[in-house]
């Protein structure tokens, strides 16, 4: 476990990762349920789940995971307070992409457990 991922502040939230699968209920219903009623973000305001994750990055522990080859990934999960005044634990995935020199997110879930690790 790091304090704080690496390049905190200037991570790359690609918007396809929440209009075209998480909040996207053809793509992905049980995820964008889960978002939708534990914080409150849907398509509408997707933009505001990409703000609260980037204002909130630097605040929890990333955990180290193995790199596959293009990069060293890690894991965070952050306590977020959503758009309809609920908090709810977020399990964001990050790759620090080898070729691209960016650290990158490649995942985000309402993650069920109850407390940050």
């Known amino acids: 476990m790091i304090d704080v991922l690496p ?9 396809e990762k929440f209009v075209n699968y998480a909040l996207n209920p053809e793509k992905d219903k049980d995820k964008a ?3 939708s ?7 509408n305001n997707y ?3 990409i703000i609260n994750i980037k204002n909130n990055i630097s605040n929890f522990p990333a955990k180290i995971k193995p790199d596959m080859g293009h990069g060293t990934r890690y ?16 399990l964001t995935a990050w790759i620090d992409d080898n070729q691209k020199n960016e650290m990158r997110l490649t995942n985000a879930y309402v993650d069920k457990k109850k407390g940050v690790e």
Request: net charge neutral.
């Open 37 to 43: 009623r534990a914080l409150g973000y849907n398509l």
């Open 75 to 90: 894991e965070v999960v952050m306590t977020l307070t959503g758009a309809n005044g609920k908090t709810a634990n977020v």
């Open 7 to 15: 390049k905190a502040d200037d991570v790359n939230i690609p918007i």
């Open 47 to 49: 933009k505001d789940l």
């Open 33 to 35: 349920v889960a978002f």
